[in-house]
């Protein structure tokens, strides 16, 4: 009865390859999000989608492509993996748009060698 | 561009001590600041403050909002090893919905 998950906990690639992180919550809510905590354990927005439309796309490399086939489901596809993208990638939801009660997912530790 | 800033970066206390946790921002305006607990994987909701003075309580946990002076605190009493964890502050801009975090504070309480 888990309320966000995320698959797969670990990753670990070389570079160049591509990779995708698959997202999935249960709670009913509207508004997804995809989020990045380096090292330093800052947490950075990097996209949201409410109801499956584009809300939120910060200043991320376009090797990072979103999609949400329908408001349960959020995956981030990343091509041509970097060093730099080394980090741990946290999926959450929220009620709807505006509210920021966001409940996050376990997280998908990414490691690029 | 819109701040917010956590201090101290880390914390070590013993059981029992009080500890309280600050967050400060530049945010020309918002609508709800929020403070997280962060263990080993998700960081978990702890309390959303929308409103100046008005002060949130959970068990020993309290956190209030100080929109004059920019500021919020979160305190913990009676700390207990389980509280060992990086707490987070975010603010929710009034002109998006994306939330700003804060670098964190890293809570280690030790028995």
């Known amino acids: 009865d888990t309320a966000v998950s995320q698959t797969p906990k670990y990753l670990v690639t070389q570079m160049g390859n591509d990779k995708s992180i698959k997202c999935e919550q249960n709670l009913g809510h509207d508004t997804m999000y995809w989020y990045k905590q380096d090292s330093k354990k800052f947490l950075k927005i990097m996209f949201s989608y409410n109801n499956k439309e584009l809300i939120i796309n910060e200043t991320v490399p376009n090797r990072f492509s979103p999609k949400s086939p329908d408001k349960a489901h959020l995956n981030l596809h990343i091509n041509s993996l970097e060093l730099g993208d080394s980090a741990v990638y946290f999926c959450?939801?929220?009620?709807?748009?505006?509210?920021?009660?966001?409940?996050f997912g376990p997280g998908t530790r990414l490691t690029v060698t | 561009e819109d701040k917010v800033v956590q201090s101290p970066l880390s914390l070590v206390v013993h059981e029992g001590d009080t500890v309280t946790l600050n967050c400060s921002y530049e945010?020309?305006?918002?609508?709800?600041l929020l403070w997280y607990k962060q263990e080993k994987k998700a960081p978990t909701f702890l309390f959303m403050l929308t409103s100046s003075g008005i002060e949130k309580k959970s068990g020993r946990l309290s956190s209030i909002l100080d929109k004059k002076e920019l500021f919020s605190i979160l305190n913990i009493t009676a700390t207990q090893t389980g509280d060992s964890a990086v707490y987070l502050c975010a603010l929710g801009p009034w002109n998006t919905d994306k939330l700003i975090f804060g670098t964190g504070t890293r809570l280690q309480v030790f028995p």
């Open positions: 959450a939801s929220s009620q709807a748009r505006g509210v920021y009660e966001q409940y």
């Open positions: 945010v020309t305006n918002f609508r709800s």
